[in-house]
Protein backbone atom coordinates (compact mmCIF):
# COMPACT_ATOMS: atom_id res chain seq x y z
CA UNK A 1 0.00 0.00 0.00
CA UNK A 2 1.35 3.58 -0.65
CA UNK A 3 1.70 5.54 2.37
CA UNK A 4 1.41 9.25 1.02
CA UNK A 5 0.19 10.74 3.79
CA UNK A 6 2.93 9.66 6.50
CA UNK A 7 6.28 9.94 6.79
CA UNK A 8 8.14 8.07 9.13
CA UNK A 9 10.30 9.87 11.32
CA UNK A 10 14.16 8.76 10.51
CA UNK A 11 17.05 8.49 13.06
CA UNK A 12 20.29 9.31 11.51
CA UNK A 13 24.05 10.58 12.44
CA UNK A 14 25.01 13.90 10.38
CA UNK A 15 27.49 16.34 10.00
CA UNK A 16 26.15 19.69 10.59
CA UNK A 17 29.54 22.23 9.76
CA UNK A 18 32.85 21.06 8.07
CA UNK A 19 34.58 19.60 10.88
CA UNK A 20 32.43 16.68 9.65
CA UNK A 21 32.33 15.20 12.95
CA UNK A 22 29.03 13.43 13.00
CA UNK A 23 26.14 13.45 15.74
CA UNK A 24 22.55 11.92 15.96
CA UNK A 25 20.10 13.59 14.08
CA UNK A 26 16.68 13.02 13.33
CA UNK A 27 14.74 13.66 9.79
CA UNK A 28 11.76 12.99 7.51
CA UNK A 29 11.84 10.57 4.79
CA UNK A 30 9.49 10.85 1.96
CA UNK A 31 6.72 8.97 2.05
CA UNK A 32 6.39 5.48 0.11
CA UNK A 33 5.53 6.77 -3.52
CA UNK A 34 4.30 3.77 -5.67
CA UNK A 35 7.03 2.69 -7.25
CA UNK A 36 8.54 2.68 -4.19
CA UNK A 37 10.69 0.49 -1.97
CA UNK A 38 11.30 1.25 2.27
CA UNK A 39 14.24 -0.35 3.70
CA UNK A 40 15.48 -1.11 6.92
CA UNK A 41 18.69 -0.36 6.93
CA UNK A 42 20.75 -2.75 8.62
CA UNK A 43 24.10 -2.21 7.85
CA UNK A 44 26.09 0.59 5.74
CA UNK A 45 30.11 0.79 4.55
CA UNK A 46 32.11 3.26 5.15
CA UNK A 47 33.77 4.98 2.21
CA UNK A 48 36.17 7.80 1.74
CA UNK A 49 33.16 9.56 0.17
CA UNK A 50 31.67 10.31 3.64
CA UNK A 51 34.80 11.83 4.45
CA UNK A 52 34.89 14.19 1.88
CA UNK A 53 31.65 15.57 1.53
CA UNK A 54 30.94 14.94 5.52
CA UNK A 55 34.28 17.65 5.91
CA UNK A 56 33.34 20.08 2.92
CA UNK A 57 36.47 18.42 0.81
CA UNK A 58 34.60 19.89 -2.34
CA UNK A 59 33.52 23.02 -1.54
CA UNK A 60 29.54 21.99 -1.96
CA UNK A 61 28.31 19.68 0.85
CA UNK A 62 24.74 20.63 2.18
CA UNK A 63 24.43 20.44 5.80
CA UNK A 64 23.28 18.56 7.75
CA UNK A 65 24.66 16.04 5.88
CA UNK A 66 23.66 12.43 6.64
CA UNK A 67 26.47 10.42 4.55
CA UNK A 68 26.61 6.61 3.58
CA UNK A 69 26.05 5.25 0.00
CA UNK A 70 26.79 1.36 0.80
CA UNK A 71 23.80 0.27 2.13
CA UNK A 72 22.26 -2.75 3.32
CA UNK A 73 18.59 -3.81 4.47
CA UNK A 74 15.73 -5.56 4.25
CA UNK A 75 12.32 -4.11 2.80
CA UNK A 76 9.60 -3.35 5.05
CA UNK A 77 6.88 -1.60 2.61
CA UNK A 78 6.66 -1.98 -1.17
CA UNK A 79 4.68 0.93 -3.75
CA UNK A 80 1.76 -0.58 -5.01
CA UNK A 81 3.34 -0.39 -8.68
CA UNK A 82 6.44 -2.30 -7.12
CA UNK A 83 6.41 -5.81 -8.87
CA UNK A 84 10.46 -7.35 -8.14
CA UNK A 85 10.51 -6.43 -4.84
CA UNK A 86 9.16 -7.60 -1.84
CA UNK A 87 8.23 -7.05 1.93
CA UNK A 88 11.15 -9.22 3.83
CA UNK A 89 13.30 -9.52 1.05
CA UNK A 90 17.61 -8.44 1.40
CA UNK A 91 18.69 -5.51 -0.18
CA UNK A 92 21.57 -3.32 -1.34
CA UNK A 93 21.33 0.47 -2.37
CA UNK A 94 24.46 1.86 -3.75
CA UNK A 95 26.24 5.28 -4.31
CA UNK A 96 22.80 6.63 -6.75
CA UNK A 97 19.30 6.83 -6.07
CA UNK A 98 17.39 8.31 -9.38
CA UNK A 99 18.13 9.48 -12.55
CA UNK A 100 16.41 10.82 -15.75
CA UNK A 101 14.73 6.94 -16.79
CA UNK A 102 15.02 8.31 -20.22
CA UNK A 103 18.52 8.54 -21.74
CA UNK A 104 20.28 6.16 -24.04
CA UNK A 105 22.68 5.50 -20.71
CA UNK A 106 19.71 4.78 -18.36
CA UNK A 107 18.08 3.22 -21.31
CA UNK A 108 21.21 0.39 -21.48
CA UNK A 109 20.77 -0.41 -17.74
CA UNK A 110 24.17 1.70 -17.19
CA UNK A 111 22.36 4.89 -15.35
CA UNK A 112 25.43 5.94 -13.43
CA UNK A 113 26.12 7.91 -16.85
CA UNK A 114 22.71 9.50 -17.02
CA UNK A 115 23.21 12.59 -19.69
CA UNK A 116 21.00 14.87 -16.91
CA UNK A 117 23.33 12.94 -14.01
CA UNK A 118 22.41 10.44 -11.44
CA UNK A 119 21.29 11.53 -8.30
CA UNK A 120 23.69 10.61 -5.96
CA UNK A 121 22.53 8.95 -2.44
CA UNK A 122 23.39 11.41 -0.20
CA UNK A 123 24.33 15.63 -0.47
CA UNK A 124 22.44 15.71 -3.69
CA UNK A 125 19.27 17.55 -4.99
CA UNK A 126 16.51 14.92 -5.57
CA UNK A 127 13.98 15.21 -8.46
CA UNK A 128 11.34 16.67 -5.97
CA UNK A 129 13.82 19.17 -4.95
CA UNK A 130 15.04 17.67 -1.46
CA UNK A 131 18.17 16.66 -0.43
CA UNK A 132 19.15 13.27 -0.16
CA UNK A 133 20.54 11.62 2.70
CA UNK A 134 22.16 8.34 3.24
CA UNK A 135 22.31 5.31 4.71
CA UNK A 136 24.00 6.16 8.16
CA UNK A 137 20.37 6.26 9.56
CA UNK A 138 17.43 4.02 10.29
CA UNK A 139 16.23 3.66 6.95
CA UNK A 140 15.92 5.07 3.24
CA UNK A 141 12.90 5.09 0.43
CA UNK A 142 14.05 4.27 -2.54
CA UNK A 143 12.64 3.95 -6.41
CA UNK A 144 12.87 0.01 -6.85
CA UNK A 145 15.05 0.88 -9.63
CA UNK A 146 17.77 1.15 -7.60
CA UNK A 147 17.54 -1.33 -5.47
CA UNK A 148 19.61 -4.35 -5.64
CA UNK A 149 18.27 -8.09 -4.92
CA UNK A 150 21.04 -9.67 -1.96
CA UNK A 151 20.62 -13.47 -1.76
CA UNK A 152 19.30 -14.37 1.88
CA UNK A 153 22.47 -16.72 2.42
CA UNK A 154 24.65 -13.86 1.40
CA UNK A 155 25.70 -11.96 4.87
CA UNK A 156 24.16 -8.31 4.43
CA UNK A 157 26.81 -6.80 6.85
CA UNK A 158 29.09 -8.48 4.01
CA UNK A 159 26.77 -7.03 0.74
CA UNK A 160 27.11 -3.48 1.87
CA UNK A 161 30.56 -2.84 0.58
CA UNK A 162 29.83 -4.09 -2.54
CA UNK A 163 27.48 -1.31 -3.43
CA UNK A 164 30.68 1.23 -3.77
CA UNK A 165 34.03 -0.53 -3.52
CA UNK A 166 33.14 -4.21 -5.15
CA UNK A 167 31.11 -2.35 -8.00
CA UNK A 168 33.80 0.42 -8.70
CA UNK A 169 36.25 -2.05 -9.89
CA UNK A 170 34.35 -4.64 -11.34
CA UNK A 171 33.05 -2.30 -13.76
CA UNK A 172 36.50 -2.03 -15.70
CA UNK A 173 36.87 -5.72 -15.43
CA UNK A 174 33.70 -6.45 -16.96
CA UNK A 175 33.94 -3.61 -19.31
CA UNK A 176 37.51 -4.52 -20.68
CA UNK A 177 37.31 -8.00 -20.51
CA UNK A 178 39.94 -8.87 -17.64
CA UNK A 179 37.70 -11.88 -16.74
CA UNK A 180 39.84 -13.97 -18.93
CA UNK A 181 41.33 -17.01 -17.04
CA UNK A 182 45.30 -17.40 -17.57
CA UNK A 183 45.58 -13.30 -18.38
CA UNK A 184 47.88 -11.14 -16.08
CA UNK A 185 46.36 -8.30 -13.33
CA UNK A 186 48.55 -5.70 -11.43
CA UNK A 187 46.33 -3.87 -8.75
CA UNK A 188 47.67 0.03 -7.42
CA UNK A 189 46.93 0.14 -4.09
CA UNK A 190 45.83 -2.59 -1.60
CA UNK A 191 42.45 -0.45 -0.21
CA UNK A 192 38.83 -1.14 0.25
CA UNK A 193 38.69 -0.89 -3.85
CA UNK A 194 42.14 -2.97 -4.26
CA UNK A 195 41.38 -5.68 -2.26
CA UNK A 196 38.07 -5.94 -4.00
CA UNK A 197 40.41 -6.03 -7.29
CA UNK A 198 42.48 -9.18 -6.17
CA UNK A 199 39.24 -11.26 -5.29
CA UNK A 200 38.07 -10.56 -8.28
CA UNK A 201 40.73 -11.17 -10.37
CA UNK A 202 41.74 -14.58 -8.47
CA UNK A 203 37.92 -15.72 -9.14
CA UNK A 204 38.28 -15.06 -12.86
CA UNK A 205 41.34 -16.94 -13.10
CA UNK A 206 43.68 -14.09 -13.56
CA UNK A 207 47.36 -14.59 -12.27
CA UNK A 208 47.41 -11.12 -9.78
CA UNK A 209 50.24 -8.63 -8.78
CA UNK A 210 49.59 -6.20 -5.92
CA UNK A 211 51.86 -3.26 -5.86
CA UNK A 212 52.17 -1.04 -2.88
CA UNK A 213 54.06 1.32 -1.28
CA UNK A 214 53.55 -0.43 1.70
CA UNK A 215 55.79 -3.58 2.51
CA UNK A 216 53.37 -4.57 5.55
CA UNK A 217 50.38 -5.80 3.52
CA UNK A 218 53.06 -8.29 1.57
CA UNK A 219 51.94 -10.94 3.96
CA UNK A 220 47.99 -10.67 3.88
CA UNK A 221 47.69 -9.85 0.05
CA UNK A 222 49.42 -12.96 -0.40
CA UNK A 223 48.13 -15.30 2.15
CA UNK A 224 44.23 -13.80 3.10
CA UNK A 225 43.60 -12.23 -0.12
CA UNK A 226 45.48 -14.65 -2.33
CA UNK A 227 47.51 -12.64 -4.78
CA UNK A 228 50.26 -14.47 -6.38
CA UNK A 229 52.90 -11.70 -6.93
CA UNK A 230 53.21 -8.38 -4.24
CA UNK A 231 55.68 -5.68 -5.65
CA UNK A 232 57.03 -2.50 -3.59
CA UNK A 233 57.03 0.26 -5.62
CA UNK A 234 59.69 2.13 -4.25
CA UNK A 235 61.91 -0.84 -5.09
CA UNK A 236 62.94 -0.05 -9.01
CA UNK A 237 64.75 -3.45 -9.21
CA UNK A 238 61.33 -5.01 -8.58
CA UNK A 239 59.52 -2.95 -10.55
CA UNK A 240 61.57 -2.52 -13.74
CA UNK A 241 61.48 -7.03 -13.48
CA UNK A 242 57.84 -6.48 -14.39
CA UNK A 243 58.02 -4.96 -17.37
CA UNK A 244 55.64 -5.73 -20.41
CA UNK A 245 54.42 -8.44 -18.58
CA UNK A 246 50.42 -7.83 -17.06
CA UNK A 247 47.30 -7.82 -19.43
CA UNK A 248 45.63 -5.47 -17.09
CA UNK A 249 46.47 -2.69 -14.41
CA UNK A 250 43.76 -1.53 -12.04
CA UNK A 251 44.74 1.41 -10.46
CA UNK A 252 42.76 2.73 -6.86
CA UNK A 253 45.23 5.06 -5.60
CA UNK A 254 44.32 9.01 -5.20
CA UNK A 255 47.30 9.78 -3.85
CA UNK A 256 49.36 11.22 -6.79
CA UNK A 257 51.42 9.41 -8.26
CA UNK A 258 53.67 8.85 -11.62
CA UNK A 259 51.61 6.95 -14.18
CA UNK A 260 54.73 6.36 -16.69
CA UNK A 261 56.31 3.18 -14.85
CA UNK A 262 53.28 1.68 -14.37
CA UNK A 263 52.36 2.14 -17.73
CA UNK A 264 55.56 0.25 -18.69
CA UNK A 265 54.44 -2.81 -16.77
CA UNK A 266 51.68 -3.08 -19.44
CA UNK A 267 52.09 -5.93 -22.08
CA UNK A 268 50.92 -4.21 -26.20
CA UNK A 269 47.27 -3.60 -26.22
CA UNK A 270 47.07 -3.70 -22.29
CA UNK A 271 44.79 -2.13 -20.18
CA UNK A 272 44.75 0.45 -17.95
CA UNK A 273 41.76 1.67 -15.58
CA UNK A 274 42.00 4.38 -13.42
CA UNK A 275 39.20 4.34 -10.82
CA UNK A 276 41.09 6.61 -8.18
CA UNK A 277 41.02 10.42 -7.89
CA UNK A 278 44.53 11.65 -7.67
CA UNK A 279 44.84 15.59 -8.55
CA UNK A 280 46.26 14.88 -12.02
CA UNK A 281 47.15 12.69 -14.55
CA UNK A 282 50.78 13.02 -16.57
CA UNK A 283 52.33 10.69 -18.75
CA UNK A 284 54.25 10.37 -21.56
CA UNK A 285 51.86 9.90 -25.12
CA UNK A 286 54.89 7.39 -26.02
CA UNK A 287 53.70 4.86 -23.11
CA UNK A 288 50.76 4.95 -24.35
CA UNK A 289 51.26 5.14 -28.41
CA UNK A 290 53.90 2.64 -28.41
CA UNK A 291 52.45 0.25 -26.86
CA UNK A 292 49.03 0.31 -28.63
CA UNK A 293 47.88 0.71 -24.85
CA UNK A 294 44.53 1.57 -23.70
CA UNK A 295 43.90 4.02 -20.51
CA UNK A 296 40.49 4.60 -19.23
CA UNK A 297 38.68 5.96 -16.15
CA UNK A 298 35.67 4.75 -14.83
CA UNK A 299 33.11 5.11 -11.59
CA UNK A 300 31.02 2.88 -10.22
CA UNK A 301 28.11 0.50 -12.14
CA UNK A 302 24.68 0.81 -14.04
CA UNK A 303 21.81 -1.51 -12.09
CA UNK A 304 22.50 -3.93 -14.75
CA UNK A 305 25.96 -4.14 -13.79
CA UNK A 306 25.46 -4.19 -9.62
CA UNK A 307 22.77 -6.82 -9.45
CA UNK A 308 24.85 -9.04 -12.17
CA UNK A 309 28.06 -8.59 -9.73
CA UNK A 310 25.91 -9.23 -6.21
CA UNK A 311 24.93 -12.66 -7.79
CA UNK A 312 28.35 -13.47 -8.90
CA UNK A 313 29.59 -12.79 -5.48
CA UNK A 314 26.89 -14.55 -4.09
CA UNK A 315 27.45 -17.77 -6.20
CA UNK A 316 31.31 -17.61 -5.88
CA UNK A 317 31.13 -16.96 -1.81
CA UNK A 318 33.66 -13.60 -2.32
CA UNK A 319 33.07 -11.92 0.95
CA UNK A 320 34.94 -8.31 1.50
CA UNK A 321 37.42 -8.36 4.63
CA UNK A 322 35.00 -6.12 7.20
CA UNK A 323 35.44 -4.76 10.36
CA UNK A 324 31.83 -4.49 11.42
CA UNK A 325 31.73 -1.26 14.34
CA UNK A 326 28.83 0.42 15.93
CA UNK A 327 27.68 3.99 14.94
CA UNK A 328 28.98 5.29 17.49
CA UNK A 329 32.84 4.88 16.49
CA UNK A 330 31.56 6.51 13.08
CA UNK A 331 34.26 9.48 13.78
CA UNK A 332 36.89 7.60 14.72
CA UNK A 333 36.37 5.39 12.06
CA UNK A 334 36.46 8.27 9.24
CA UNK A 335 39.71 9.18 10.96
CA UNK A 336 41.30 6.18 10.35
CA UNK A 337 40.37 5.44 7.10
CA UNK A 338 42.14 9.30 6.69
CA UNK A 339 45.25 7.63 8.03
CA UNK A 340 44.37 3.93 5.88
CA UNK A 341 44.18 2.41 8.87
CA UNK A 342 41.46 -0.18 7.82
CA UNK A 343 41.51 -3.69 6.41
CA UNK A 344 39.64 -3.13 4.57
CA UNK A 345 36.54 -1.71 5.43
CA UNK A 346 34.63 -0.32 7.78
CA UNK A 347 30.87 -1.55 7.84
CA UNK A 348 28.53 0.41 10.43
CA UNK A 349 26.11 -2.28 12.36
CA UNK A 350 22.90 0.34 11.86
CA UNK A 351 20.31 -2.68 12.88
CA UNK A 352 21.86 -3.15 16.71
CA UNK A 353 23.47 0.10 17.43
CA UNK A 354 21.39 3.24 15.68
CA UNK A 355 19.18 3.79 18.77
Known amino acids: MDSQTKTENCLGWAATDPTGVLSPY ?75 RNCEYCNDGVEVQCVKGPVFTFNHIDVDGTVTKGGYSSHIVVHERYCFKIPNNYPLASAAPLLCAGITVYTPMMRYNMNQPGKSLGVIGLGGLGHMAVKFGKAFGLSVTVLS ?75 LNMGMKTFAGSVTGGTKMIQEMISFCAARKIYPQIEVIPIQYANEALERLVKKDVKYRFVIDIENTLK
Request: proline fraction near 5%; charged fraction near 20%.
Open 213 to 287: TSTSKKEEALSLLGADNFIVTSDQEQVKGLSKSLDFIIDTASGDHPFDPYLSLLKSAGVYALVGFPSEIKFSPAS
Open 26 to 100: KFSRRPLGSDDVSIKITHCGVCYADVIWSRNMLGDSIYPLVPGHEIAGIVKEVGSNVQGIKVGDHVGVGTYVNSC
